[in-house]
Antibody, heavy 121, light 108 residues
Framework: QITLKESGPTLVKPTQTLTLTCTFS??????????VSWIRQPPGKALEWLAL???????RYSPSLNSRLTITKDTSKNQVVLTMTNMDPRDTATYYC?????????????WGQGTLVTVSS | EIVLTQSPGTLSLSPGERATLSCRAS???????LAWYQQKPGQAPRLLIY???SRATGIPDRFSGSGSGTDFTLTISRLEPEDFAVYYC?????????FGQGTKVEIK
């Protein structure tokens, strides 16, 4: 079955760079149509889509955060990494990674449990 | 960027009642690539509906989705106690993918 799990620091300081890793199993990110997205959710607020990487290394970003985000994949390790530069307290949120597959066209059908990142000095 | 506006913000209903949630897009959602998710406190979102009207695996048939273009609806025919949660719509027909702000279904 498909599983995803986020990992990374729970606390970062303002202006630092955040690096989050999504480690997955049950699918291959080299299969046509497959993608992994990052989504975040500040405490008590709505979901916000951040970035998406496809099997063919096509990458998409939220326009409002585009200059601060980088998404990469390591197919051999079954991992997707998101980096976000210049962290601010407003970036405090639970960060999720999620699977998608255009072969099914079912949106974000599998999600990780999420990891809470707090930005504070 | 497609902006999704959900209404109402909060829906107060009793178990057994029917819930109707709306999601309106600022422009047409290509391919009706519109999904609905349920989120309970402390949990990750769970996919309910994709392609505007297809139920995801294991989702009870009391959940149904409809709509096309810019207007979409999630209907819960008879609310069960476990259905009280926050519901989000999301479009994946064009980049950037976007979410609505959510509708909370609470017990009246």
């Amino acid at each position: 079955q498909i599983t995803l799990k986020e990992s990374g620091p729970t606390l970062v300081k303002p202006t630092q760079t955040l690096t989050l890793t999504c480690t997955f199993s049950g699918f291959s990110l080299s299969s046509s149509g497959v993608g992994v997205s990052w989504i975040r959710q500040p405490p008590g607020k709505a979901l916000e889509w951040l970035a998406l990487i496809y099997w063919d290394d096509d990458k998409r970003y939220s326009p409002s955060l585009n200059s601060r985000l980088t998404i990469t994949k390591d197919t051999s390790k079954n991992q997707v990494v998101l980096t976000m530069t210049n962290m601010d307290p407003r970036d405090t949120a639970t960060y999720y990674c999620a699977h998608s597959d255009w072969g099914v066209a079912a949106g974000l059908d599998y999600w990780g449990q999420g990891t809470l990142v707090t930005v504070s000095s | 960027e497609i902006v999704l506006t959900q209404s109402p913000g909060t829906l107060s209903l009793s178990p057994g009642e029917r819930a109707t949630l709306s999601c309106r897009a600022s422009q047409s959602v290509g391919g009706s690539y519109l999904a609905w998710y349920q989120q309970k406190p402390g949990q990750a979102p769970r996919l309910l509906i994709y392609g505007a009207s297809s139920r995801a695996t294991g989702i009870p048939d009391r959940f149904s989705g409809s709509g096309s273009g810019t207007d979409f609806t999630l209907t819960i025919s008879r609310l069960e106690p476990e259905d009280f949660a926050v519901y989000y719509c999301q479009q994946y027909g064009s980049s950037p993918w976007t979410f609505g702000q959510g509708t909370k279904v609470e017990i009246k």
